[in-house]
């Protein structure tokens, strides 16, 4: 049986008011709303599982109507919950406002409890840890918890991947020695709170943050595409052109794309265009997950969006 990956991190319900015009501001505005299970950890596992990649999800729920909601639609998906914690009290909740366009206007979380997911916790579930293929992080948690997954993934020679989800938990990340971490994946407005002021351009960032020992940096620049910088090389591949449903989810489906390459062996360079493609698919629909293609489909349509 394959190693799982191991995401910790967030478990929440989306909602997401969808502009019907544009937003106006200090007055009521009309909109579509949907409910959907979220969270950054919570999303790449399960569009792993969905795509036949072992997963396991640590993570909090709360003991209401959606935490119970929330871990059924994980279990049904595939995503195996055997170190998550049931907290008293009410599920994280991700309310998100987007624009007519469908990019993110603004958003708030509340209660997500994440602090509960502690160094004493993992230690607890460390025999479950050590069958992991990858351990990813979502930068929602403590910064000693992140601390501890850096040693054990040092200590195991287990990789260790953080996505920093947004500016405010990005920041906490700069203080932290990332020495040995395998792979952060910011965006361009990530980036620069990662990095101390005096690197003002993209390419110093990255070079600062590989020269504090991050193996690899994943810059993500939206419809400009990403690139991947590596020990050998600086990996560039333009985003597909579409025409963007919903903006939720796609960094989510990027890294579930780049996973899913690891997991079937594949090489960076294949891995991005796996990327690419299961974003772009995620941009075409409302909601942050594929639900309607097989992982042989999304192997397949690799050729659509990067033709040879």
């Known amino acids: 049986m394959s190693k799982p990956v191991i995401c910790i991190g967030a ?62 639609v994980c279990t049904n998906a595939g995503v195996q919950l055997d170190a998550s914690i049931t907290k008293e009290g009410l599920s994280g909740k991700y309310t998100g406002i987007l624009s007519v366009d469908g990019s993110l206007f603004s958003a708030f979380l509340t209660n997500s409890a994440i602090h509960l997911i ?17 351990l990813l992080a979502d930068a929602n948690i403590n910064t000693d918890t992140v601390e501890w997954l850096l040693t054990f993934s040092i200590e195991t020679g287990i990789p260790f991947v953080i996505e920093p989800v947004s500016v405010p938990p990005a920041k906490k990340l700069k203080g932290i020695n990332l020495k040995g971490l395998h792979l952060i994946t910011p965006n361009e407005d990530e980036l620069p709170v990662l990095c101390s002021e005096s690197a003002t351009f993209v390419d110093k960032q990255i070079d600062e943050l590989m020269q504090k020992g991050v193996e690899n940096v994943w810059l993500h620049n939206g419809k400009h595409g990403s690139v991947l910088s590596t020990k050998e090389q600086r990996l560039h591949l333009h985003a597909p052109s579409i025409e ?47 639900t309607h293609r097989t992982q042989q489909e999304i192997l397949q349509l690799v050729s659509k969006y990067y033709p040879s």
């Open 11 to 72: 478990a929440l319900v989306d909602e997401l008011f969808h502009a019907s015009g544009e937003m106006l501001l200090a007055t009521t505005n009309e909109a579509n709303v949907t409910k959907t299970a979220g969270g950054v950890a919570r999303n790449i596992a399960h569009q792993l599982a969905l795509l036949d990649v072992p997963v396991q999800l640590i993570s909090v729920f709360g003991n209401d109507s959606d935490g119970d909601w929330l871990k059924q």
């Open 118 to 134: 502690t160094p004493e916790h993992l230690e607890r579930h460390k025999d479950l840890l050590k069958t992991a293929s990858y």
């Open 244 to 290: 963007v449903v919903d903006c939720t989810g796609a960094g989510d489906g990027s890294l579930s794309g780049y996973l899913l390459g690891k997991h079937l062996g594949k090489d960076d360079a294949e891995c991005l265009k796996l990327a690419h493609t299961l974003s772009a698919e995620i941009l075409q629909v409302n909601g942050s997950i594929v």
